[in-house]
Each structure stands twice: as structure tokens, then as C-alpha cells.
């Protein structure tokens, strides 16, 4: 049956622009003193900010989102912004991939680890399906960016082979793990991951999905 899930995201985010590279002249432009600024974005669940989502579910997974900024330029150049956040949106799509795939319910609370980890979720195969947005903030890749690759992505020259390979055992045996290791940034930087994996089954008991709640330790 075709679900459709139409949602109004009201999650605010807060914070301070400088917005130098918005200017249009050097007096009374677009960013002087009690200017207002308003943005707006279009895009896939993994990319913008949301303000307004449309996910259908249908034997495929399709989400739509329109993201909203606005601010108010305190003093030239400065402006305080207030802008519609992801968490929502994430949160619907785990809840949808869960749907579609059957997932025998876990009590992981979701919306709560949102807040304080990342999460990622695979395929039987390793492939990454899902990555919730605040992952830019840890590895300072996107979304998009991730999708379809295997998590080996983030590993490199420092990364522990013991620790990858312990992972990789308790994969293998379909079993929890909690493990720390040297991961690399988009940009080369290292960082200690903490991981916590989990295997996902459905309700007949098969192997659906990996699940992985990180955070920088």
C-alpha cells in the first residue's frame, strides 16, 4: 500500500553569519544594519535543511524537502539566523526504511541518540543506505556523499587493523559491538570514533540492515 507522510518541520537552530560575500554595495546594501536576510533551498532528504518534507513509501524510498533560513542583520555584515533543522527529517526516513524492511522493533530511541550521535545504517552488504545529516559535523562529509559506499571509507594509514578487524569478525557473526578507532575527516584530519553496531532483523528473523550510533570520542 502507498504511504504518503506529509510533515512541517518545527525544529529551530540558532546562530551568527557573517555574511561579507552578500554584499552589493558599500552603503545601504544588502547586508548593512537592520537588513533582512531570507533563504530558501530545495533538495533530496540528504542535503538541505528542512522546513517542509514529502516521503513516500511504495516498494522505494523518495523524500522531497524545501529548507527556510532567515536572519537579521544586527550590525553591518552580522546577522543572527534562525533555520529549520534535519533531525526531523532523519528521524522520518530511519522510521521508513524500518517500515518498508520489516525491522523487528528495537528500543534504541532514535529521536534521542539524533541529539548526541551520529547514525549510519548499511545494507546486508556493507553499503551505506542511510547517514543522518549532523555526520558533517563529525567527518565533514555530507550526506550524499557517503551513500553507497562502505564505511571502510573513513578508515586509513592510523586506523587499528586489531579494532577494524574485530568489527569486521562481529559482523561477520552477527553480533553487537562497541569499539573505538582512528577515523579520517574528509579533509585528512584524524579522530577517535566511538562506535556502537548493531545487526537489524526483520520479522521472519532474516538479516535486514546494520545500524551504527557514533559519536568523536
Given amino acids: 500500500m502507498k504511504k504518503i507522510i ?22 545601504g546594501g544588502q547586508t ?7 533563504e530558501a533551498n530545495t533538495g533530496s532528504w540528504a542535503t538541505g535543511n528542512t522546513s517542509f518534507s514529502l516521503l513516500s513509501v511504495d516498494g522505494g524510498n523518495t523524500a522531497w524537502s524545501v529548507g527556510l533560513e532567515g536572519g537579521y542583520f544586527v550590525v553591518k555584515d552580522l546577522a543572527i539566523k534562525a ?14 526504511i ?15 541518540r539524533l541529539k548526541e550521535e551520529v547514525i549510519i ?18 567527518s565533514g562529509y555530507k550526506p550524499n556523499e557517503v551513500l553507497g ?11 587499528d587493523l586489531v579494532t577494524s578487524g574485530e568489527i569486521r569478525n562481529a559482523i561477520q557473526l552477527q553480533q553487537p559491538f562497541e569499539k573505538t ?24 528473523g532474516d538479516l535486514s540492515h546494520y545500524i551504527a550510533f557514533e559519536k568523536a570520542a
Fill in 6 to 27: 506529509l510533515s512541517v518541520v518545527l525544529v529551530f537552530a540558532f546562530g551568527l553569519v557573517n555574511a561579507q560575500d552578500k554584499k552589493v554595495s558599500s552603503n
Fill in 32 to 38: 548593512a544594519e537592520g537588513k533582512w536576510l531570507i
Fill in 83 to 96: 533555520g529549520l533543522g534535519n533531525s526531523f527529517l532523519d528521524l522520518n526516513k530511519l522510521k521508513s
Fill in 98 to 112: 524500518a517500515v518498508e524492511n520489516k525491522w523487528n522493533n528495537e528500543n534504541w530511541d532514535l529521536k534521542s
Fill in 121 to 138: 545504517v548499511t545494507d546486508v552488504k556493507l553499503s551505506i543506505v542511510f547517514a543522518s545529516h549532523n555526520i558533517v559535523k563529525m
Fill in 149 to 159: 559506499k562502505n564505511p571502510k571509507m573513513f578508515q586509513g594509514y592510523e586506523t
Fill in 181 to 204: 578507532v582512528l577515523n579520517y575527516k574528509k579533509n585528512g584530519e584524524v579522530y577517535a570514533c566511538l562506535i556502537k553496531g548493531f545487526p537489524v532483523f526483520n520479522l521472519k
